[in-house]
């Protein structure tokens, strides 16, 4: 080649800057040079430069990596990103390699942060597109990392498949055959392929995906797409596991209850044009949100498809609108929505508490929750309240119900036993031991046994039911061991002082001089009551803070009763 000033005229410079051990791999354009020959100006090729003897097969596979590598526009990532342009040309290479196979037999490696085709050699290309080659036809090797990820680009931009559900198909069969060769492909697969489901639209509920497939119910768990309780009840003002009613048994019945009750309330809102979020969430607008992050995947893709909206579950929700994707992710909670939670949980506790005859009542004070701004989302408060009401009834019902469930293999068993029946009964036959109809109607009321199976789901015989929520009866606290006589007899002088005070509806400012007359200070006078309460009766019995103090009206008749007014 030609010099200028000491170096080439193609570039010694930039030739120096690759060749420097210490440069970045990010700074890199190609990680192989090739230049093309100048057939009219032979006298300008070196003789210091090794000419490359290839095959005519290689010599064709070298011509169809330089035209792909002229198809990139750009190099280089910014700031540790994929730029846009340079996803539109991996988009644009991999479009033009879809269908290209090869049968390389070497094996060179390749490892980089942010790969593409264009920072990968001669015999690295080789490499790639052989082992694609082998993954294509089901065999999955090890191989470098690297390679593993420019193949998950090319599935993410729909190379190499017919349509989403393919796409989503071979995503899922890469990571579950190279898992079992790299484990730490699990921590990116994860999120690009609930991506993957979301920008494209895949029919088929999150959740049926997550059952059907071991890796994705290892990366999020026991997931359940109408689990409310798990979403919004860590949101709730009122801590119900702390409750004296909250045991292992009940708490399955309040989940349960819980998400009967909000499903039933999603559905109400959705009539006026609202949802369940509304109440707990400030605005409809969620938070911007990218799929793919740190991943070459090409935006250009979405263009020709519509707005719309994908439920991964009942608190996740991704919707498109304008070209611009968003989440829930993010959202300022409303205070007001702790409050819904927690009066939805104090609803169904006070009804299991009246329904289940426990000793010791609960209520549920809508006036707690800012009604206002309540009915600005709602409209009707009264209704919203009845609809809740009628779902917690709904559901107790149904728990109380009798269910009998025949499998229809034992269909024929019945009816030859009642064949073998009717004609002992037309014979006129006296000595068969036993009433046959009566051994029959015990062989149906008898547990299942093999193989005439038969399953009986055992619940409360006589239920009590009720037309509202309100006709559950109350019964009297009992006088032997009570727990809310325990709780007084414990408290100090000071603390039984403080508790009458606070009864008594002494404002904030007086309690705080009483407890100075004391030497105490206010918070620990008030903490003392709580923590004694909560071993004696499994919950607080007053809210205390800078600015509140407050008996909860749910203990207050207790108390009364226990330390007289």
């Known amino acids: 080649m030609p010099e200028r000033d000491g170096k080439t005229e193609y570039g010694g410079a930039f030739l120096s800057q690759m060749k420097s051990r210490a440069r970045s791999l990010y700074e890199q354009v190609f990680a192989e040079i090739y230049i093309e ?53 991996f988009y644009e290479q991999a479009k033009f390699m879809e269908t290209f196979e090869d049968d390389y037999e070497g094996e060179a490696p390749f490892s980089m942060y942010f790969p593409d085709y264009q920072m990968m050699n001669f015999q690295q290309l080789r490499t790639y597109f052989t082992w694609r080659t082998d993954v294509r036809r089901g065999v999955v ?24 559900r393919e796409g989503l198909e071979k995503l899922l069969y890469i990571w579950e055959e190279y898992e079992k060769l790299e484990k730490k492909l699990n921590r990116y697969m994860a999120g690009w392929v609930k991506d993957y489901y979301i920008v494209n639209g895949i029919e088929e509920p999150f959740v049926n995906l997550v059952k059907e497939h071991a890796v994705l119910q290892e990366a999020f768990g026991a997931f359940e797409e109408d689990d409310y309780f798990s979403a919004y009840g860590p949101l709730s003002a009122y801590k119900f596991e702390k409750s004296i009613f ?34 707990l969430y400030y605005g409809h607008r969620g938070s911007t949100w990218y799929p793919f992050p740190k991943a070459l995947y ?39 929505g702790r409050l ?22 609960l209520q549920a004070d809508p006036k707690k929750i800012h009604l206002s701004e309540l009915g600005g989302i709602v409209g009707d408060c009264g209704a919203f309240f009845a609809c809740i009401d ?19 293999e034992n269909l024929e068993r019945i009816r030859e036993s009642a064949l073998m029946t009717q004609e002992k009964l037309l014979a006129g036959v006296e000595d068969t031991p036993g009433d ?54 414990s408290l100090s002088a000071e603390e039984r002082k403080f508790l009458r005070l606070a009864l008594k509806g002494e404002p904030l400012a007086g309690l705080q001089q009483y407890a100075r007359s004391c030497s105490l200070m206010p918070e620990v006078l008030a903490d003392g009551l709580n923590e004694k309460a909560l071993e004696a009766v499994e919950d607080t019995v007053m809210e205390f803070s800078d600015d509140t103090a407050e008996i909860y009206e749910d203990y207050r008749e207790e108390l009364e009763r226990v330390i007289g007014k």
């Open 298 to 336: 090409y935006a250009g893709l979405e263009k020709n498809r519509g707005d719309r909206v994908v439920r991964i579950s009942c608190s996740e929700i991704y919707w498109r609108e304008n070209g611009r994707w968003f989440s829930t992710k993010n959202r300022v909670k409303r205070e007001n």
């Open 37 to 89: 020959e100048n057939e009219e100006h032979p006298e300008q090729s070196s003789e210091s430069q090794p000419v490359l003897k290839r095959s005519p097969e290689e010599e064709e596979k070298h011509r169809i990596f330089l035209e792909m590598r002229h198809l990139c526009s750009c190099v280089g990532q910014s700031g540790g990103f994929y730029t846009p342009q340079q996803s539109a040309s």
């Open 390 to 408: 009628a779902a917690i009834l709904e559901f107790y019902k149904e728990s109380k119900r009798i269910r009998l469930e025949i499998h229809s």
């Open 141 to 164: 090797r090890k191989t470098s990392f690297s390679y593993v990820f420019l193949y998950i680009y090319e599935l993410i931009n729909h190379i190499g498949v017919k349509d989403d």
């Open 436 to 489: 046959p109809i009566e051994s029959l109607t015990s062989e149906l009321r008898a547990p299942a046994q093999e193989p005439f199976r038969l399953t009986v789901v055992e619940q409360d015989t006589k239920p009590e039911t009720f037309s509202s929520v309100e006709e559950a009866k109350e019964p009297s606290c009992g006088k032997e061991e009570d727990p809310w006589k325990q709780f007084v007899d």
């Open 246 to 279: 909250y045991t292992e048994k009940t708490g399955a019945f309040i989940r349960e209850c819980f998400n009967r009750v909000v499903k039933v309330l999603e559905k109400w809102l959705a009539e006026r044009n609202r949802c369940f979020d509304d109440l």
């Open 340 to 361: 819904i939670i927690g009066y939805l949980f104090r609803r169904i506790e006070q009804f299991f508490r009246r329904a289940e005859k426990f000793p010791y009542k």
